[in-house]
């Protein structure tokens, strides 16, 4: 016989019954649980470096393309600020074919002032972005941390530049 182990706090929301965490799964809106997080895919907003995309921009230009909110969990400003738009385990939209599977941070820029792929994070968003990582590694220990670029049939210089480094990041010294 299975314990009931009802209410339980999924993605920071607590859900009350088994049928209501399933109803959440079952519709799209969530994840299946922490084991489904196999990704954790790294964005560039493809913004140019001498200009500001705020977070009403980044949730303006979302919602024109069909989504209800931001479509990545994070999103780091170039001063570092980390924002967060959806809870650990709502399904994003921000990789097709992976949303269902992965946690997606973006970062602020990606293009040179010509408008050219370019690493253009500040020392801010390099220091917050792997404080981030790390507390990603923690909670999913599993997930591989890979550049939207890296997955296959992606045709996009997203982020612009290697996530190498970042991949088997330890979250313990």
Known sequence: MIQETFPMTVGGEEVLTERDLLTRVESGQ????????????IHCSATRSD???TVEQLLRDHKAR??????????IRKSGVITQHR??????????????????????GGL????KPAD??????????IGLLLKLRRLFPAALIVG?????????????FSCEEYRYLSPYP
């Open 30 to 41: 969530a994840m299946s649980g922490a084991d489904a997080v196999r990704f954790i895919v």
């Open 148 to 160: 939207h670029r890296d997955l296959p049939g992606v045709k996009k210089a997203c982020p612009c």
């Open 51 to 53: 200009r500001d995309y």
């Open 112 to 115: 040179d002032v010509d408008g």
């Open 120 to 129: 253009t994070r500040t020392p801010e968003q390099k220091a917050q972005l």
């Open 87 to 108: 809870r650990l385990l709502e399904v994003g939209a921000h990789v097709r074919g992976y949303n269902r599977c992965s946690i997606g941070v973006c970062y602020e």
């Open 66 to 75: 069909g989504f209800r909110t931001v479509g990545y969990h994070f999103y």
